[in-house]
């Protein structure tokens, strides 16, 4: 990427850490043995994924049997829909879920046959009633499966509630945390969940590798069968350089997450301050406890796609909001379901900033949204 360019996109992905980097390469070029090989190479690559497992299972303070490497947020998520719903259809065919979540839940929750799903509503500011989660727990619920964050509005749920309320019922609780790693609270002790997702490259960490934390006896199957990697839980040959740049980038998260979380907010605060101060018909989309990096921002007057593209012109990154969404014109579920009409989520854009991102980049984009935003009057 361009040196002036202004990337305000770090929530689809962050960039790589250069110590993630390094810590990688050797993995890449010498270090190529297949850990589940008897040799001295193989068990050398066998040490560093073991190493990287303790690394991961004591940030979240779980034991390393509970964690399971996966591709990524979407195969983790995928994971525990399908793993889940195949362990225990002989209880119940009833999940529920939110109507905000990402869409490798609601795809596979949408894929799966004869299942009953519940979608919880979200208020103005995308929080989940607890009340109303209380009153959606039937008989035959196998599985809450609640976002910690939200990636387009940043909404924080209070996942120890919500694991408290569903394990009175008896019923286990899954989080996608892959956006609240950054700057929350993913100790499973502290926030209770049976299964959490979480990934590397929302972290400066790589693409492609995840994780799922699976608390020991929870009953789910695997998704992808194989050989007796990961526990005999995912079959396929460790990838070895993308595990070790994941434990990196969790070590570094764990010594700088909250003076990173602390300026990403002053950040994010003086954007919105700042735009609120120049333009007067803009709105702040969702609010109340919300991620520090994430702004998302109703412009009356200018789509967003005129708007992204404006602002890439002028050296700007910014998104519709899911990634994987943004080139399909329908407006985003995330938005609508907050309350928005389909007309107000597509004069939409989510800013989403980083560390690496700076006051001066901040004042530099107000001023070219002014910019932007005069010239459509
Ligand atoms: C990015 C993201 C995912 C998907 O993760 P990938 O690793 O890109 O597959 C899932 N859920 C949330 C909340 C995300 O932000």
């Known amino acids: 990427m361009n040196k002036n ?10 960039k790589i850490d250069q110590r993630v980097i390094d810590v ?12 589940s090989s008897l040799h001295m190479e193989g068990q050398k690559a066998r040490r560093v994924i073991d190493t990287s497992r303790e690394i991961i299972a004591s940030y979240i303070g779980s034991d390393i049997q509970e964690i399971i490497f ?3 947020g979407t ?12 362990a225990l259809n002989k209880k119940g065919k009833h999940i529920i879920t939110t109507s905000i979540e990402h869409d490798s839940i609601l795809q596979p929750l949408e894929n799966l046959k004869g299942f009953d799903i519940t979608y919880l509503k979200p208020s103005k500011t ?4 607890l009340d109303d989660l209380k009153s959606k727990i039937r008989d035959d619920t196998i599985l809450i499966s609640i976002a910690y964050a939200n990636s387009e509005i940043g909404s924080i749920q209070n996942i120890p509630k919500i694991a408290e309320i569903a394990h009175e019922k008896g019923v286990l609780v899954h989080t996608d945390a892959m956006q609240a790693a950054k700057y929350r609270d993913i100790n499973i002790q502290n926030i209770g969940v049976d299964l959490m997702t979480f990934g590397a490259h929302k972290i400066n960490g790589p693409k492609g590798i995840g994780a799922l934390f699976i608390k ?6 695997p998704l992808i069968y194989g050989g007796s990697q990961e526990y005999r839980f995912r079959g ?50 969702g609010g109340g406890e919300r991620l520090e990096s994430i702004s998302n921002i109703y412009f009356r007057n200018i789509s967003t796609e005129t ?10 990154a910014a998104s519709a909001g899911s990634a994987c969404s943004s080139l399909s014109l329908e407006p985003s579920h995330v938005l609508t379901s907050i309350g928005l009409s389909k007309d107000e989520a597509k004069h939409s854009v989510r800013f989403s900033f980083g560390h690496e991102n700076t006051k001066f980049e901040i004042e530099k984009c107000i001023k070219i949204i002014r910019k932007i935003y005069g010239n459509q009057l």
């Open 5 to 14: 360019y202004i990337y305000f996109d770090n929530s689809a992905t962050t």
């Open 24 to 35: 990688m390469i050797p993995h890449i070029k010498t270090l190529y043995g297949n850990p």
């Open 70 to 72: 996966t591709s990524g």
């Open 75 to 86: 195969e983790s998520n995928n994971t525990v829909i399908n793993g889940v719903a195949h």
């Open 126 to 129: 995308g929080h989940i009633d």
């Open 216 to 221: 020991r006896g929870t009953m789910i199957k």
């Open 236 to 285: 396929g040959t460790e990838n070895t350089p993308l595990i070790a740049g994941f434990a990196k980038a969790v070590e570094l998260l764990q010594n700088e997450k909250m003076v990173r979380a602390k300026y990403v907010e002053s950040l994010r605060d003086m954007f919105e301050s700042g735009l609120q101060n120049y333009l007067k018909d803009i709105k702040i989309n």
């Open 307 to 316: 708007m992204i593209i404006n602002l890439d012109m002028k050296g700007v």
